[in-house]
């Protein structure tokens, strides 16, 4: 089994067909599902995904594109919507200063509210940053004395320096089927490089498709491409590469119930 751990269910790429995609997932070996949190606006729809399913969780969280608009100023509501039994975690939060769609203050206002919502709640973050590694490890570090936080860093495409020092944190790295495009040769070093009990795998779905079906809209079902190329750099078998990512998961997200053999949808 393998789970996909970040991806767009309530986006309306997938609203005239979300059965199917949920079961396309299933029948490719997909086992379980993160449906991720970017606005606190758009939370139950988020929220609603995840209940109609048995094998999709969800997170609460704001992304830092939308921290201008809706950025969290203060932990509480993060808190009071994590209590919902689908909520495994808390984001995707962090920090974007390639695109700054949102400013840097806000951004970090709203990245720190989440650090301390996840302080308060014992979730793991879900991380986003894009050209910010320096702030995003400091407020990492900063918001985690003694590590007392954990998290992933999604959809990982920075540096070696961030990896590392999430991973002295006790974080994981997640990637996307990004490290399969033709131009990630040092994006596949630094996957080679994440030990594997700390490595996740995900689609980022309807975004970021892997070789050989780049271009298309992604779904969970496409998952195996980009499992099967970690598993080669990894030097491990595919189903050696599902089983320690499958578990790696449900370490991290820890109030996530892992589906039975039988358990469908």
């Not at 995904?49 to 997170?59: K, P, T």
């Not at 006790?170 to 131009?183: D, E, L, P, W």
């Amino acid at each position: 089994m393998l789970v996909d751990s970040h991806c767009h269910l309530d986006f309306p790429e997938f609203a005239h067909e979300l059965d199917e995609v949920v079961e396309r997932a299933r029948q490719a070996g997909v086992g379980a599902v993160l449906t991720i949190g970017t606005h606190l606006s758009r939370f139950a729809g988020v929220r609603a995904v995840a209940e109609r399913f048995d094998r999709v969780w969800c997170s609460v969280g704001v992304h830092p594109h939308e921290a201008d608009a809706e950025g969290v100023g203060e932990p509480a509501t993060l808190v009071r919507l994590a209590e919902h039994a689908k909520v495994v975690g808390l984001g995707e939060t962090g920090l974007d200063y390639h695109y700054e769609h949102s400013s840097r203050e806000a951004q970090q206002a709203s990245f720190r509210a989440h650090l301390d919502a996840a302080a308060g709640t014992g979730l793991p973050l879900i991380v986003h940053s894009r050209a910010a590694d320096d702030d995003t490890a400091a407020m990492l570090r900063a918001g985690s004395p003694g590590g007392r936080l954990t998290g992933v860093l999604h959809c990982f495409t920075a540096s070696r320096a961030l990896a590392e020092a999430a991973l002295e944190l006790g974080f994981y790295v997640s990637f996307s089927g990004i490290v399969t495009f033709k131009n990630a040769g040092e994006l596949r070093e630094t996957a080679r490089a994440v030990p594997l009990d700390r490595l996740l795998v995900e689609t980022d779905a309807p975004y970021l498709a892997p070789v050989p079906l780049r271009g298309r809209r992604n779904e969970p079902s496409f998952l195996p491409h980009t499992a099967a190329l970690l598993a080669e750099l990894k030097g491990v078998s595919v189903e050696s590469l599902a089983k320690a990512t499958t578990d790696n998961f449900f370490r991290l997200f820890a109030k996530a119930r892992r589906p039975d053999a039988g358990t469908h949808g």
